[in-house]
């Protein structure tokens, strides 16, 4: 593809992202990222068939993106805390920012059985950052600063405490303003 159909499609994925954030994923149409994006349907099509696949590009940028900086950082030796901690405060703005979150589209998009093929489930996503995790854990307990632990577990209670925060916050934050309405 070209550098202007690129760069086109990185601003198609931008402009979702924020309507994904807004409405979630089963809210929002090809017509919303047209209008959005100020693309006729063939010059979006041209690019996209769906907003799945839209979606799941942008799935995909981010838990790819994090398993490459963690790497990167491991390869050149940066301390196991130091990557956490870095890790962590990224995931404290995600659930603070949460008019910035897609947690509910991911939700929506993830249980909907008509979608969660093999080659496009949560189980992939999972194990993309679990692989992740995994390496930054063990790299830590090689070089001293984490104590043996099972890294499989640690990472299920540091993603599962972490996305029930995501939606609980979220869910919270909704009712508080319907209330207000």
Known sequence: MSLRGDKTKQDIREKAYQLFAEKGF???????????TGLSRGGLYRHYESTEQIFLEIVNAFSNKQKSVV????GQRIPATTILE???????NEMIDYENSI?????EFYSNPAISKEENSVKKQ??????????LINYGIGTKEF???NPESIFNV???AYQGVR??????????KMQRQ
């Open 26 to 36: 089963k809210n929002v149409t090809m017509k919303d990222i047209c209008e959005l």
């Open 71 to 74: 790497f990167t950082k491991i």
């Open 86 to 92: 870095e890790l962590l405060s990224r995931y404290a």
């Open 103 to 107: 947690s509910l589209a991911i939700y």
């Open 126 to 135: 999972y194990e993309i950052s679990k692989s992740t995790w995994i390496e």
């Open 147 to 149: 104590n043996s632990v």
């Open 158 to 160: 540091i993603i599962f």
């Open 167 to 176: 939606m609980y916050n979220f869910i919270y934050l909704l009712r508080k």
